[in-house]
């Protein structure tokens, strides 16, 4: 009998585990420099300087010269469309996982926030309009 109980903790130590995973992507969004964004005042020099350098730039032009490329400008796909117009992206991404496990009992915390702010661009080089999501 006491071997049975000794081979059943022995089973329960070697199926059980924890697990442990932490994810930092992206700079942190400084949210006192979002508040100082200002639509046609606030320059993208600024917005250089106050965040860094983008996770992604959109940039028409490029677009248009891709597509000019393929021959294809004007038949399928809209340049003027949104997605391709002038844009800076700040995205700042946290996560964390935890597992727990013992024999038949799974204990798991999956915990993932992102903050993203978006910047469009006017001709002149001022801010269109923006777009900010705190999710951290």
């Not at 021959?71 to 809209?78: N, Q, T």
């Not at 799974?106 to 269109?128: G, Q």
Request: aromatic residues 14%.
């Amino acid at each position: 009998m006491k071997s049975r109980i000794i081979l059943f903790v022995l089973i329960g130590l070697f199926v059980s585990g924890c697990v442990q995973n932490f994810v930092l992507e992206g700079q942190k969004i400084p949210e006192d420099y979002v508040g100082r964004i200002q639509p046609g005042i606030t320059k993208r020099s600024e917005v250089l300087q106050w965040f860094g350098p983008p996770e992604q730039h959109k940039d028409p032009n490029t677009v248009k010269k891709l597509l000019q490329q393929v021959d294809a400008e004007g038949e399928f796909i809209k340049v003027d469309h949104p997605a391709f117009k002038d844009a800076f992206v700040y995205e700042f991404s946290y996560g964390r996982t935890e597992v727990f496990s013992i024999i038949l009992f799974t204990y798991l915390i999956d915990d993932h926030k992102k903050d993203l702010l978006i910047v469009f661009f006017n001709p002149d080089d001022t801010v269109k309009y923006f777009a900010h999501r705190k999710g951290t």
